[in-house]
């Protein structure tokens, strides 16, 4: 390495030196401003909280007084100057030493209402202006929000606010404040307009966490004893462990059972139960009677196990005939048996061209839901 070479490694390595020096430097100075500037909004909070308590206790006094008239200003909470000199000469003029002292009261209260008012908008010159909360709003989405204004990429943003306190839960009239300054952000929030102070909303969403918890470990305890409970009287029942797995099992098996006993139950009631066959082969088995100037209808051995096919209505409408499944030749007519159910109104009925199928769409399901139906094909 050249004595030339050496030298400007050196100036280098000493101006990363210095930067990185004036970098942690800098970020002293901005972490005290910012700890300078939080402890000046917990002032301005607390100044805002007590205004807003010494108002009250302000509009207390003029009503305790019966007076009615007289209205301070809603966003100072401060009499007009009217108002104070019309107080003054009723005091004046005023006999009653305890009125007096009353009317007197209201007036004090208004000096210190406007003192805590001058102490809040000298600290409000101060702090950087806050991002008021509305409706909806919270402290993470704002706190994102004004990082990017001030240029930051959505990941150094989030970056940056995963290291400061964030508030879970924010009410509107919040008042945000923001601190970001070479590298350094900071967040804080006061009462502002809420109707809430941040503390107290953060002890009651504690409160109400606590309570939930509480009230969950007290149902667990409760739901303990009584599994305590049912547990000692089923070891008193079948004296010990294995008894009781071998119940469970049975009772697992048992409702296993019943399930599909219920859903074989509720397809049987919601299908139709068909045979198909051949119209002389079903009159010679005594399923059908064929008379001569009648209707099909039902045979000596119309029975349940003839009527080995299903149709679940709830899912299917349609029944295919093919008549070489049939043995036929030919599908040149079908027979409904019951010959209540109707052609065209219960049914529809459709042979091919070729007479070798025909299908049967079923048209009012309720009609012939857990029904038993004979079709006789006749070549």
């Not at 000298?122 to 993470?140: Q, S, W």
């Not at 995963?162 to 929030?189: L, Q």
């Not at 099992?249 to 198909?276: G, I």
């Not at 079903?282 to 100037?293: D, R, T």
């Amino acid at each position: 390495m050249t004595i030339k070479s050496f030298l400007r490694r050196t100036v280098s390595i000493l101006a990363l030196t210095v930067l990185a020096f004036t970098v942690a430097c800098n970020r002293s100075v901005e972490e005290k401003e910012f700890q300078a500037l939080s402890k000046k909004a917990a002032e301005l909070d607390a100044l805002s909280q007590k205004a807003g308590t010494e108002g009250a206790e302000q509009q207390k006094k003029l009503q305790e007084a019966g007076i009615n008239d007289v209205k301070p200003n809603t966003e100072t909470m401060q009499l007009t100057e009217d108002q104070k000199k019309a107080l003054e000469e009723r005091i004046k003029t005023e006999k009653n030493s305890s009125y007096q002292a009353l009317l007197q009261e209201v007036l004090d209260k208004d000096k210190e209402i406007k003192e805590l008012n001058e102490k809040i908008t000298n600290l409000k010159k101060i702090l950087p202006r806050p991002d008021v909360a509305r409706a909806g709003d919270n402290h993470y989405s704002m706190a994102i929000r004004f990082l990017k204004k001030k240029g930051l990429s959505e990941q150094n943003a989030r970056k940056l606010v995963s290291r400061v306190n964030i508030m879970e839960k924010m009410a509107p009239g919040f008042e945000v404040y923001h601190f970001y300054s070479n590298g350094v952000y900071g967040t804080w929030v006061s009462q502002g307009k809420a109707t809430i102070s941040p503390s107290e909303l953060q002890r009651r969403e504690r409160e109400k966490i606590e309570n939930e918890r509480d009230t969950a470990i007290a149902q667990g305890e409760k739901l303990q004893e009584e599994v305590d409970d049912l547990a000692t009287r089923k070891k008193a029942l079948e004296e010990d462990i294995a008894g009781l797995r071998t119940e469970k099992e049975r009772m697992v098996k048992d409702m296993e059972v019943l399930s599909t006993n219920n859903e074989q139950m509720k397809a049987k009631l919601n299908s139709l139960h068909y045979v198909v066959g051949n119209r002389k082969k079903l009159e010679q088995a005594g399923v059908i009677i064929v008379p001569v100037f009648a209707k099909d209808r039902a045979g000596s051995n119309w029975a349940d196990s003839v009527f080995d096919q299903s149709l679940d209505l709830r899912n299917h409408d349609t029944i295919s005939i093919s008549a070489a499944n049939l043995g036929l030749k030919s599908v040149a007519k079908v027979n409904v048996v019951p010959g209540s159910l109707e052609k065209d109104k219960h049914y529809t009925l459709q042979i091919s061209p070729d007479k070798q199928s025909a299908t049967i769409k079923i048209l009012a399901k309720e009609r012939f839901k857990n029904e038993k139906v004979v079709f006789a094909v006749t070549d």
